[in-house]
């Protein structure tokens, strides 16, 4: 098994950037395809972007294409987002996955979210 944990949420301020971070733990012998996620109060989860496990290739959704970078970590499984430009509209639970089931927008395991509040 594999667990996922988030770190960096918070208070945000308009305006301001947002980086977090995300690590496996458990079975990490193989390095995993991870991703981020995002859900809002009221409304189903989204994808934000996904990063093959050597890195290589990335994909963003449209509505972060500027905004968004996700990039790998130092360690074998460890994914980093950086968002700038944050608008309140970014207030959400932010989810690391990993371990892709169909690339990029599906996969096996989840943690267990983050809050980022943006504040104006």
């Known amino acids: 098994q594999v667990q996922l944990g988030e770190a960096g949420g918070g208070l945000v301020q308009a305006g301001g950037s947002l980086r977090l971070a995300c690590a496996a733990s458990g079975r990490t012998d193989t390095s995993y395809d991870m991703g981020w996620f995002r859900q809002a109060p009221g409304k189903e989860r989204e994808f934000l972007g996904a990063?093959?496990?050597?890195?290589?290739?990335?994909h963003y959704a449209n509505s972060m294409l500027g905004r968004l970078t996700v990039s790998r970590g130092n360690g074998r499984n460890t994914v980093l987002l950086q968002m700038k430009s944050l608008k309140l509209e970014d207030t959400a639970v932010y989810y690391c996955?990993?371990?892709?089931?169909?690339?990029?927008?599906?996969?096996?395991?989840w943690g267990q979210g983050t809050q980022v509040t943006v504040s104006s």
């Open positions: 996955a990993g371990d892709s089931v169909t690339w990029p927008y599906e996969f096996r395991y």
């Open positions: 990063i093959t496990s050597n890195g290589g290739v990335t």
